[in-house]
């Protein structure tokens, strides 16, 4: 079975710095891996998926993630946040049957002036 | 494209009382998920439908849960003599026809509450 796990439960960055969120996975062919983010009381967003090809993708919001096979990662990059990226992030893997999505437990992301 | 609509946003009711939540994905959407999401958690996959078929349940949607689809449009979940360990936000979620990403996209969730 596919699981997901998202190391950090919260980060605290400063506005203007970079953003690395850690997402690896298990799973045991190509999987389909998803970042969705969800602000207080909402739903979630995606932000970026890959499922094929460029191993890098760009998402919504100046995000991008790295798919790398060989760390089963799958990791949420920007280069600048802003304090609106302050939310709950979650790293998904598209299940190895059906279509049910597998979700990490979330990483909280505070951004501070 | 108005997005995945659910009712209510909110629920507050006591243990041993039935509760039911709508779901209404995008349309042309035949494809409809419900999740559950407790406090400090990611969602967790309930059930999920093609059209009116329900194709996929987990082992969390217990007896006491019952999901409906019956026109291939709206969903339905019922949760029935309703427990403390019910309350959650319960999300569902929608996707397009022929996708092969599994790309689901959510609405804003029904917050259950059970005292």
């Known amino acids: 079975a596919q699981s997901v796990t998202q190391p950090d439960i919260h980060i605290t960055v400063s506005e203007g710095a970079s953003l690395e969120l850690r997402c690896n996975y298990s799973?045991?062919?190509?999987?389909?891996l998803f970042w969705y983010v969800q602000s207080p009381g909402q739903g979630l967003q995606l932000l970026l998926k890959?499922?094929?090809?460029?191993?890098l993708v760009q998402g919504i919001k100046g995000f991008e993630a790295e798919f790398k096979r060989s760390q089963s990662s799958f990791n949420l990059r920007k280069p600048s946040v802003h304090w609106s990226d302050a939310a709950e992030y979650f790293c998904?893997?598209?299940?190895?049957?059906?279509?049910?999505?597998?979700f990490g437990k979330g990483t909280s992301l505070l951004v501070t002036p | 494209d108005t997005g995945v609509s659910q009712d209510p946003r909110h629920k507050i009711t006591k243990r041993g009382q039935n509760v039911t939540f709508r779901c209404d994905p995008i349309?042309?959407?035949?494809?409809l998920y419900w999740y559950r999401q407790t406090l400090g958690q990611g969602p967790e996959f309930l059930t999920y439908?093609?059209?009116?078929?329900?194709?996929?349940k987990s082992r969390l949607l217990s007896d006491r849960f019952s999901a409906e689809r019956p026109k291939g449009s709206f969903s339905t979940l019922e949760i029935q003599r309703t427990e403390q360990g019910d309350s959650a936000m319960y999300l569902c979620?929608?996707?397009?026809?022929?996708?092969?990403?599994?790309?689901?996209?959510f609405g804003p969730g029904t917050r259950l509450t059970v005292t």
């Open positions: 439908f093609q059209n009116e078929a329900q194709l996929e």
């Open positions: 349309s042309e959407h035949n494809r």
């Open positions: 799973y045991g062919a190509t999987p389909y």
């Open positions: 998904a893997v598209g299940a190895d049957s059906g279509y049910a999505l597998n």
């Open positions: 890959y499922f094929s090809g460029d191993t």
């Open positions: 979620a929608s996707s397009f026809p022929g996708q092969v990403s599994h790309e689901q996209y």
